[in-house]
């Protein structure tokens, strides 16, 4: 079973450019979420799929990030325009409809914004 | 707010003792809890869970304790090997309104000296 899929790995962009970051999760899950982690920290839920709906965005600073999960399957988080304290890894994670919510993680892409 | 805490940013054991984290939470509607592993540039990885209305689960060297009272949960691992080594996750599982969030502690460094 292929495993969460995230691009790209690395990106360096100037504050106040834009960027965008692509997942696509594990085959079937109908769960997909985007986590923001800043170095020292534990990873930070921003936004949350179920299908192509949003079931929780209640920490995603709306004013410059927006998420999209088209299809119900792959999922593009953008940020417009970005900061300096908007470096940080982005996860993305999938699960399935299931009590416990194991969440299987893809490797992230780490921002740098200068 | 912090709901999850780890307070110990690090650990050093030796190959084939026994390691011991800690992770402290806040919220008493929390049913589960789960434990994470992440190695340098890799995505955290689910290592083993427990529910709320348990004490006790155990996953060959792994067995995490969960004390209710106390709102402590802790990972054993037995024996400890070298590859062992990563930072570790306490996340929590947080039912509200169809969202099922994971709260996630700042991660314990854990070292296996051989």
């Known amino acids: 079973e292929a495993g969460v899929a995230q691009s790209p790995r690395y990106k360096i962009i100037e504050k106040r450019q834009s960027v965008a970051f692509w997942c696509n999760p594990i085959?079937?899950?109908?769960?997909l979420y985007w986590y923001q982690q800043i170095l020292g920290q534990g990873p930070k839920l921003l936004i949350q799929?179920?299908?192509?709906?949003?079931?929780?965005d209640s920490q995603l600073p709306k004013d410059r990030f927006s998420a999209e999960r088209l299809k119900g399957v792959d999922s593009t988080l953008k940020i417009q325009p970005a900061k300096l304290e908007d470096s940080a890894v982005y996860l993305c994670?999938?699960?399935?409809?299931?009590?416990?919510?194991?969440?299987?993680f893809g490797a992230g892409t780490r921002l740098s914004v200068l | 707010d912090q709901q999850v805490k780890q307070n110990s940013p690090s650990l050093s054991v030796q190959e084939g003792r026994i390691s011991i984290l800690n992770c402290d939470y806040t919220n008493s509607m929390f049913d589960y809890f789960l434990w994470y592993k992440k190695y340098p540039a890799e995505g955290p990885t689910f290592l083993i869970s427990?529910?709320?209305?348990?004490d006790k689960n155990e996953d060959g060297r792994f067995t995490v304790f969960l004390n209710k009272s106390a709102k402590h949960l802790s990972l054993h691992i037995v024996p400890s090997q070298p590859g062992d080594s990563a930072v570790y996750f306490c996340?929590?599982?947080?039912?509200?309104?169809?969202?099922?969030?994971?709260?996630f502690g700042k991660g314990t460094k854990l070292t296996v000296n051989p």
């Open positions: 799929f179920q299908n192509n709906g949003v079931v929780d």
């Open positions: 996340a929590a599982r947080s039912p509200q309104g169809g969202s099922e969030k994971l709260v």
């Open positions: 085959s079937g899950h109908a769960t």
């Open positions: 994670a999938s699960s399935r409809l299931n009590r416990e919510n194991i969440q299987y």
């Open positions: 427990i529910s709320s209305i348990k």
